[in-house]
């Protein structure tokens, strides 16, 4: 099974490699920047080794045919399932939520993991009704699909992943050549869910969303971590202060700093400049995310592709869009820059399912 | 298994047009990140730097002030200070409702504390000073809940005894709203409201310092920016010697008055003491309003300086103004007799003695030791009113003396011929009676009989009285120094100043009205008194105050003590045993000590 192509070596595309690992870099100097308080070497170290991980998550499936991967995500998808429900029996809450599950002395976050399974099973689901456009009763189906997880990830609470997925699944229906009445129809009916769905979030999450609209409306509670963001960018100004001069995130007035908030730690050190140079380099990410898989011809390779990528742009705009103030609070990790070995080791995997469509589209 | 041709452009038109969403966004960020970094840097700089640095001002140590052998009369020492910084005081009225009852402080005072600075200020505004430390247990126990609730440590006054030369040395308290107006200080400075403390405010304040702090957002200090060290304020040396100023406090424990103890040589003032005195240390803490005002409703006046503020009829001290003016113009002579049968009669009028049958054949001399009232009528008469009152002026009464104190009221000497209008029939012969045994309008301070019986020790010097010798710099430089300078000269024969120290040795050593002063070793010279009470109010009470103005020793006059006892009776019997004690301290304690030195 691992029969290695030496063609495929040929395929590598290594300005996505390029892309993704210069944003490792950039993370990793950012957490190890944040050193002199709270173990900010630590944190960079932890980190790298989970890079490490991650790369080998993403030979294992650089090396496997992502085909196989698509055959078997119903398998995944009811392991999938099956984690999520344990995170509500065995998972470890931390600050309310029950994202996770302890293994030892690791923690898992399965939505994390799901991300890719949800991206893996929609692709299964469009190609195995290999009509020229999914029909409505094929729309309805795979929503019915994705419903189940989305609402586990929901409840436990986890509204950044579950609010990641439904961009994820509206660029796959798009891409697929879903009518955009049915698009529209879908919009309309999510929309008049709204209401529904508010009384779903917890208190802390409706809090999250009042405050977007209103961030002075308490300024030391909820949004105190949007105001001391947008403090710490700002303050960065055009080139930055420098690792030392970053007394924003060194100086604990940013909460979640080496998390979901990282990019105002490294908007405040390098400025406009900086984040102009990782913002392209994210582009870049996209971009070729996108060309691959605009480019393959193999309909299972391509809308995997296209979700994989509108995992990655999603999750990218949605935590910038936070971090600089212009979305709600969710809590969403920036993909390859934030501190956590379950999206780093993720998003490697989610590279790695690039790469092997592009090494294999020629064949 | 590829799809038709088509069916691959309208894919790539779906992608394509996904990408553009995602890098729409990505343009929108990048707007939104020159918006916040390029557009609104500025201001988000100027909030991160409020965000992380914390001013705290450091109070400058208080100048200490010495005594002339270079003892401290007070000292600084750490106490704790509650302040609230307005900007980071998130829930106010909690906050201030969680301080208030904690350490038991009226919310209305934290509130009015408030009103007085702006909300956003950064700068810590003190509420209160002198914390216990058990109360900063408690703020400090619950900092967390305390956010904006700080307690400084700043150093405050501390004195050897709570009312130690209270009036010498004066207050040190907050700037009032008043001196704020003056624009010289900053709210919450600690300045000299009162005594040396206010002469010398300038010098001792010195200049606070600073630190920048950068705290994290608990308000916890991560690290100390700058600090900029206080300027601490000057030394000053005084003229006064800590030990007779105590003795001179002590002896006058119970009475309401003064004591002036000056040296006749360079007039150095070495001890200068009121009675009743206030407590200093209260004010440096949280003087209570109710506290203060009893303070100043005290119907004993504590916090007036007697020695320089308080005006009284010298009495028969004044006989040596009327005996040198005699003496002088040749009006009156040694040799000059008279009778005394305890009465003198003129115009109708009879005027006694203060002792009952008189005092005999009496001279100049034995007058003077015997304050002999009936002789001093007569001998006023024969010197005139104008004489006696030039005298008065040349010893430098109904003037200032210029003492380095503020507040001096310069007594009172009559004019002869005022306007008929106002003061009725104008002088008369019994005015001149009166004012002959110090009597009458005529009022003097014991500062100034001090300097006039500094000017019969030294034969004629009338100095300024010295408080302070000189003001030295944290850094060892002068900023101040003062040498002795004289106010005038008053000139007599060396005969009338030899006549006059005989005279007053007289009174202490040979059975006269100041015998109580006398000590074994030591001459000592002076003159007793006795002055009516011109508070008609008073009448009641029936007491005259006791005055006994002194030098010793005699012949080489080193010292001048003037005490004054208000409605202490009579000046030999109250005032000289108080001199006495004054001079015990100067002269046979400092004996004993310079032997043990000697031994050692």
């Known amino acids: ?363 | 298994v590829s799809p038709p041709p088509d069916r691959r452009e309208a894919w790539r038109r779906r992608v394509l047009a996904l990408t553009a969403v995602a890098m729409a966004g990505f343009v929108g960020l990048l707007g939104q990140l020159w918006y916040l970094q390029a557009l609104e840097g500025g201001r988000l700089q100027e909030m991160s730097e409020r965000n992380r640095i914390r001013i705290r001002p450091v109070a400058a140590p208080r100048g200490i002030l010495f005594d002339r052998s270079g003892l401290p009369l007070v000292d600084n020492r750490p106490a704790f200070t509650l302040s609230l910084i307005p900007r980071e005081l998130e829930d106010r009225d909690t906050v201030l409702a969680r301080v208030s009852v904690l350490i038991k402080i009226p919310l209305r005072e934290l509130q009015e504390a408030l009103e007085r600075v702006p909300p956003d200020s950064i700068r810590p505004q003190r509420v209160r000073r002198g914390l216990s430390l058990e109360d900063v247990t408690k703020l400090e126990e619950r900092k967390l809940d305390l956010p904006g609730v700080i307690v400084e440590v700043e150093p405050q006054r501390v004195y050897p005894t709570s009312t130690f030369a209270a009036h010498l040395l004066g207050y040190v308290r907050e700037v009032s709203d008043d001196q704020m107006k003056q624009g010289r200080y900053r709210r919450g400075d600690m300045i000299g409201q009162s005594g040396l403390e206010r002469v010398l405010d300038e010098y001792l304040r010195g200049r606070d310092g600073g630190e920048r702090i950068e705290v994290d957002a608990l308000g916890r200090p991560v690290q100390l920016m700058q600090r900029e060290e206080p300027d601490p304020g000057a030394q000053v040396v005084t003229t006064v010697d800590r030990r007779i100023q105590e003795v001179a406090e002590r002896a006058m424990v119970g009475h309401a008055g003064a004591v002036v103890v000056m040296d006749p040589r360079d007039g150095d003032i070495l001890a200068l003491t009121s009675s009743p005195a206030f407590p200093l240390d209260r004010f440096t803490g949280n003087l209570e309003r109710d506290e203060w005002l009893r303070l100043v409703r005290d119907p004993m006046t504590p916090l007036m300086n007697r020695a320089l503020q308080s005006q009284y009829a010298p009495g028969s001290v004044f006989k040596v103004v009327v005996a040198a003016a005699g003496l002088q113009d040749g009006s009156l002579t040694p040799m000059d007799r008279a009778y005394c049968n305890g009465q003198f009669h003129m115009g109708g009028w009879t005027f006694k003695d203060w002792k009952e049958g008189g005092h005999g054949h009496v001279d100049l001399r034995s007058a003077l030791i015997q304050s002999c009232n009936v002789f001093f009528y007569q001998a006023g008469l024969k010197v005139g009113p104008e004489a006696i009152l030039r005298y008065a002026r040349a010893f430098g009464f109904g003037a200032p003396t210029g003492a380095d104190l503020g507040g001096e009221r310069p007594g009172l000497i009559p004019t002869l011929s005022p306007p008929r209008a106002r003061h009725g029939p104008g002088w008369q012969a019994g005015d001149t009676v009166n004012i002959s045994i110090g009597q009458g309008r005529l009022l003097v301070t014991p500062m100034q009989v001090a300097r006039m019986m500094s000017a019969v020790a030294n034969g004629g010097v009338l100095w300024k009285p010295r408080l302070i010798q000189r003001v030295e710099r944290a850094d060892g430089t002068l900023a101040y120094s003062s040498s002795s300078k004289m106010a005038g000269q008053v000139d007599l024969s060396p005969a009338v100043w030899a006549f006059l120290r005989h005279a007053l040795t007289g009174v202490v050593n040979e059975g006269g009205t100041g015998a109580a002063a006398r000590i074994p070793g030591v001459l000592v010279a002076g003159k007793t008194g006795t002055a009516q009470s011109i508070a008609k109010s008073d009448a009641s009470k029936g007491q005259d105050h006791a005055w006994f103005a002194s030098f010793a020793p005699a012949d080489d006059p080193q010292v001048v003590v003037v005490v004054l006892v208000e409605r202490g009776g009579k000046g030999g019997q109250v005032a000289a045993p108080i001199a006495r004690q004054v001079y015990q301290a100067l002269f046979l304690e400092k004996v004993a000590m310079v032997v043990l030195d000697g031994d050692s």
């Open chain 1, 1 to 363: 099974m691992l029969r290695f192509d030496r063609r495929l070596l040929q395929n590598v595309d290594w300005p996505l490699v390029a892309a993704a690992f210069f944003i490792i870099g950039l993370s990793v100097l950012s957490l190890w920047s944040l050193a002199p308080v709270r173990g900010g070497a630590a944190l960079a170290w932890r980190q790298l080794s989970w890079v490490g991980v991650g790369v080998v998550a993403l030979l294992v499936v650089v090396s496997v045919d992502y085909r196989n991967l698509v055959r078997a995500a119903p398998a995944f998808y009811v392991a999938g399932i099956a984690l999520l429900l344990t995170v509500f029996v065995l998972g470890r809450t931390v600050s309310g939520a029950r994202r996770w599950i302890h293994l030892g002395p690791l923690s898992v976050q399965p939505s994390e993991l799901f991300k890719l399974i949800f991206v893996l099973t929609l692709a299964w689901a469009i190609t195995s009704w290999r009509a020229p456009s999914p029909s409505r009763g094929a729309v309805l189906g795979m929503l019915a699909l994705m419903g189940v997880p989305f609402l586990l990830v929901v409840r436990q609470p986890d509204l950044g992943t579950a609010l990641v997925l439904i961009p994820v699944a509206v660029a796959i229906f798009v891409g697929a050549g879903v009518r955009m009445r049915v698009l529209g129809t879908l919009a309309l009916a999510g929309v008049s869910a709204l209401p529904l769905f508010w009384h779903v979030l917890k208190p802390y999450q409706r809090d999250r969303l009042l405050v977007y609209l209103d961030p002075f409306r308490d300024p030391l509670g909820t949004a105190y971590n949007v105001i001391q963001a947008k403090i710490a960018i700002g303050s960065g100004q055009l080139l930055g202060k420098g690792p030392s001069g970053a007394t924003q995130s060194r100086l604990a007035f940013l909460p979640e700093r080496h998390t979901d908030f990282i990019f105002a730690v490294f908007a405040e050190m390098w400025g406009f400049i900086g984040c102009l140079v990782l913002i392209v380099a994210y582009s870049l990410l996209v971009l070729r995310g996108f060309e691959i898989a605009a480019s393959t011809r193999e309909p299972r390779g391509r809308i995997l592709a296209l979700g994989v990528t509108a995992v990655f742009a999603a999750q990218t705009l949605i935590n910038l869009g936070m971090v600089t103030g212009l979305l709600p609070i969710v809590g969403i990790p920036l993909p390859l820059m934030s501190y956590g070995g379950s999206s780093m080791v993720v998003s490697l995997m989610g590279l790695g399912l690039l790469l092997s469509i592009r090494m294999r589209q020629f064949h």
